[in-house]
Protein backbone atom coordinates (compact mmCIF):
# COMPACT_ATOMS: atom_id res chain seq x y z
CA UNK A 1 0.00 0.00 0.00
CA UNK A 2 1.37 3.23 -0.87
CA UNK A 3 1.89 6.14 1.61
CA UNK A 4 -0.53 8.78 2.44
CA UNK A 5 2.31 11.45 1.04
CA UNK A 6 2.53 9.45 -2.36
CA UNK A 7 -1.07 8.97 -2.47
CA UNK A 8 -1.15 13.12 -2.51
CA UNK A 9 1.88 13.59 -5.09
CA UNK A 10 -0.36 10.96 -6.95
CA UNK A 11 -3.27 13.03 -7.19
CA UNK A 12 -1.63 16.37 -7.53
CA UNK A 13 -0.23 14.59 -10.58
CA UNK A 14 -3.78 13.66 -11.90
CA UNK A 15 -5.82 15.96 -13.81
CA UNK A 16 -8.50 16.70 -11.41
CA UNK A 17 -5.59 17.41 -8.92
CA UNK A 18 -4.14 20.11 -10.95
CA UNK A 19 -7.67 21.43 -11.75
CA UNK A 20 -7.94 21.52 -8.07
CA UNK A 21 -4.76 22.99 -7.67
CA UNK A 22 -5.50 26.14 -10.00
CA UNK A 23 -9.09 26.69 -8.60
CA UNK A 24 -7.16 27.44 -5.37
CA UNK A 25 -4.50 29.25 -6.95
CA UNK A 26 -6.84 31.33 -8.45
CA UNK A 27 -9.47 31.99 -4.97
CA UNK A 28 -6.18 32.96 -3.40
CA UNK A 29 -5.51 35.90 -5.64
CA UNK A 30 -9.10 37.04 -4.80
CA UNK A 31 -8.67 40.21 -2.46
CA UNK A 32 -11.88 39.05 -0.81
CA UNK A 33 -10.84 35.77 0.38
CA UNK A 34 -7.69 37.33 1.32
CA UNK A 35 -9.45 40.05 3.77
CA UNK A 36 -11.69 36.77 4.69
CA UNK A 37 -8.65 34.24 5.65
CA UNK A 38 -6.83 37.17 7.33
CA UNK A 39 -10.30 37.53 9.42
CA UNK A 40 -10.15 33.76 10.31
CA UNK A 41 -6.08 33.88 11.36
CA UNK A 42 -6.88 36.92 13.47
CA UNK A 43 -9.82 34.82 15.19
CA UNK A 44 -7.73 31.61 15.46
CA UNK A 45 -4.51 32.99 16.85
CA UNK A 46 -6.95 35.28 19.40
CA UNK A 47 -6.19 38.72 17.99
CA UNK A 48 -9.49 41.19 17.22
CA UNK A 49 -11.12 40.88 13.96
CA UNK A 50 -10.53 44.35 11.78
CA UNK A 51 -13.43 44.89 9.59
Not at 11 to 21: A, C, F, H, M, T
Not at 23 to 32: G, S
Request: cysteine-free; overall charge positive.
Amino acid sequence: MASIVQRIRDYLQSPKGRENVEKARTAVRDPQNQQRLRRLMDQWRGRRTHR
